[in-house]
């Protein structure tokens, strides 16, 4: 099938092959009709309004040692610092009172914050009224519940990639299995549940890619984060060649088509490889921002990658430059809450 075809019969049906998906991923070409194909989805299913979600970084710990992040156990260059759970409900509640709708409460996996203090930092933070997601890495499906049961309303957790191989080489002392099995406990708690992979891994395949987007359609994923695996100098991969924005605006493009109604942000990931990054994104099928409302120090110690922009703006001035680039392209800032349906 030509690519105009495939596009189509992902309008229709939302539903394509593995060898359709990599007919798509490898046009590069005609990539524009994937594009404005997803746009309109988008916009036919989520409309025009753009979901904030304020993003706070509570600690850079972390006991995993992922190969391709900044924040690994075993980068020894990093300064590590984790916040105090009044200062996090401080954060999260200033930010509410900006107009976040949404606050994103996300960390490496640090068991300083047992499930008590999780669950403390959530009922208080709800208290403000916003929607809540954790993304705390892995955890039990009886932790999984005690944070729903606090008040948390959506979990991100990805599977990063859905190539067992690959996924083994690049996460050791971590298990696949166990990744995907807390991935169905978070829908088995009852969250909505965010989950998504990084573009540009080395050894990763269009083949690959495509496992990545069918398990998200299988799974019925509520939301969906894409970004270019950006290489970091103090860990292992530091030499490697990193993805690139085009590769991670097809996949997530291909998602929309898939999933019509979910939530898909156009990252800070994108952006950083391209400061035009999240337009394109915004423009081919996302629907939703997650800037940064934490201290300038913080944003900084967060390094999973290197170059993110703006690290020195304030959370006024963050909100107001994300606000203008987004009606800048005709688009508005949601009033409501964001969930999927
Ligand atoms: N500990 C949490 C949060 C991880 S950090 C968890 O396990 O879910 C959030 C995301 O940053 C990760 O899911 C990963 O996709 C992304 N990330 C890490 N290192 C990266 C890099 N070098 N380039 C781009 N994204 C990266």
């Not at 998200?216 to 292992?236: N, Q, S, W």
């Not at 939703?288 to 944003?299: H, L, T």
């Not at 690290?311 to 409501?336: C, L, Y």
Request: hydrophobic share 35%.
């Amino acid at each position: 099938m030509m690519m105009k075809e495939i596009v189509k019969k992902a309008v229709e049906t939302h539903n394509l092959t593995k060898d359709e998906i990599i007919e798509l991923l490898s046009n590069d070409n005609e990539k524009d009709e994937l594009f404005d194909a997803a746009d309109k989805l988008r916009r036919l299913y989520k409309g025009e309004g753009v979901h904030l979600r304020g993003l706070i970084e509570f600690s850079n710990y972390c006991r995993q040692n992922c190969m391709y992040c900044g924040i690994r156990r075993d980068n020894k260059e990093l300064q590590r610092y984790r916040l105090e759970p009044e200062r996090i409900i401080e954060l999260a509640t200033s930010a509410v009172l900006t107009g976040y709708k949404t606050i994103v409460l996300q960390s490496g996996e640090d068991p300083w914050y047992t499930t008590d203090k999780m669950c403390h930092i959530i009922k208080e933070v709800k208290k403000t009224d916003a929607a809540i997601t954790i993304s705390i890495g892995e955890c039990n499906l009886e932790d999984y519940r005690a944070f729903k049961n606090a008040g948390a309303d959506r979990f991100l957790l990805k599977v990063e990639t859905s190539d067992r191989e690959l996924y083994k080489n690049l996460h050791p002392g971590m298990d696949y299995d166990n990744r995907i099995e807390c991935i169905r406990n978070l829908k088995r708690a009852g969250f909505e549940t965010g989950t998504g992979c990084l573009i540009g891994l080395p050894g990763q395949t269009l083949e690959s890619l495509a496992k990545d987007i069918l398990f998200f359609k299988e799974l019925d994923a509520d939301m969906i984060g894409v970004g270019p695996f950006i290489p970091h100098r103090d860990t292992p991969l530091s030499g490697s060649m990193g993805g690139t924005l085009t590769l991670a605006v097809k996949v997530m493009a291909i998602v929309r088509l898939l999933l019509p109604d979910i939530n898909i942000p156009a990252t800070t990931s994108m952006e950083t490889v391209n400061p035009m990054g999240r337009i394109m994104a915004l423009c081919a099928g996302a629907n939703a921002i997650m800037p940064n409302v934490g201290d300038y120090e913080y944003k900084r110690l967060y390094s999973i990658y290197p170059g993110k922009s703006h690290i020195n703006d304030d959370i006024d001035k963050t909100r107001e430059r994300i606000i203008r680039m987004i009606e800048s392209i005709g688009r508005f800032v949601s009033e409501d809450y964001g969930y999927r349906k």
